[in-house]
């Protein structure tokens, strides 16, 4: 499978931990996404990059969230002092720049305990 | 801002059957309007784009702008059409995408 790959598929921490995901985007794509999605709803964006850079934020990322990607490549999004409420699908994807079509990842699934 | 709605979580139709589920959308400029769909254990993968004005799977969707609105249908419904579908919205300047709640399609025998 070439298309985005994220790790872990679930994780399950005790409420107070940090969690870091991985997300690995197609490999011609220069921009990664990343989104979360709750049970009964849909995605809701939360940050995007072109190349290294991280252009765009949402409101939803709370201090508590970090997301990198160091080279341009991988990308990794960290959840520090986890809370029951950040329990959800989050879900990374992948496009050219010049195309507007978003391909997505299988999700890393975290539940907080 | 903008948004996306998709009024029926459940959609119940026989198989052959027509199906149109329906989105609704909220945006001052012009959009660009896609929907996607899910199939049970499988990522979210892209079905149709409005600029593409193409048939994927017998699946077809109109940007109609003066109702703000971009139903996707399909004449007559198959089983393996079972999927949840989100309709999402890119904003003209923008990259993000913005989803509706999705619309959980169920075609029966």
């Known amino acids: 499978d070439t298309g985005v790959s994220q790790d872990p598929r679930h994780k399950i921490t005790k409420r107070g931990q940090n969690v870091t995901f991985r997300c690995d985007p197609i490999s011609e794509h220069n921009r990664l996404y990343w989104y979360r999605q709750t049970l009964g709803q849909g995605p809701e964006f939360l940050t995007y990059?072109?190349?290294?850079?991280?252009?765009?934020k949402s409101r939803l990322l709370s201090d508590r969230f970090s997301a990198e990607r160091p080279k341009g490549s991988f990308s990794t999004l960290e959840i520090q002092r986890t809370e029951q409420g950040d329990s959800a699908m989050y879900l990374c994807?992948?496009?050219?720049?010049?195309?507007?079509?978003?391909?997505f990842g299988q999700g890393t699934r975290l539940t907080v305990v | 801002a903008q948004r996306v709605t998709q009024p029926e979580k459940l959609l119940s139709v026989f198989k052959g059957a027509p199906v149109e589920l329906k989105c609704n959308y909220s945006y001052s400029g012009s959009p660009e309007l896609f929907w996607y769909v899910q199939y049970s254990r499988q990522r979210l993968q892209l079905l149709l784009r409005h600029i593409s004005r193409e048939s994927i799977k017998g699946f077809t969707a109109d940007l109609n702008k003066g109702e703000t609105s971009f139903h996707l249908k399909k004449p007559f419904a198959q089983e393996e059409d079972s999927a949840m579908y989100y309709c999402?919205?890119?904003?003209?300047?923008?990259?993000?995408?913005?989803f509706g709640e999705g619309t959980q399609l169920t075609v029966n025998p």
């Open positions: 994807a992948s496009s050219l720049s010049g195309d507007r079509v978003a391909f």
């Open positions: 990059f072109q190349n290294e850079a991280q252009l765009e």
């Open positions: 999402a919205l890119k904003e003209t300047s923008g990259s993000r995408l913005t």
